[in-house]
């Protein structure tokens, strides 16, 4: 999938992702999407469960070779 923004947190775990994924959302527009790579398993569960609490939209993800990439949309005020 193409994203507008891209972030590489592959060799750190919980709770690094979210927390440089939450960083970078802010730096986001509205609308606006983010793919996230990951090698912590744990990313399946926590990045769907933070879009869920923080409103914005996990659109999905894939996996190649032990890496996970996470692909989410910033939410619209309103």
Do not use: F, H, Q
């Amino acid at each position: 999938m193409k994203t507008d923004y891209t972030i590489d947190t592959v060799g750190r775990y919980c709770p690094v992702p979210i927390i440089e994924t939450a960083n970078k959302i802010k730096e986001m527009k509205e609308g606006e999407t983010l793919t996230v790579i990951s090698d912590d398993p744990g990313i399946k569960s926590d990045m769907p469960n933070w879009c869920s609490l923080t409103g914005n939209e996990c659109l999905g993800m894939s996996e190649e070779n032990g890496e996970i990439s996470v692909y989410v949309r910033k939410k619209a005020k309103g």
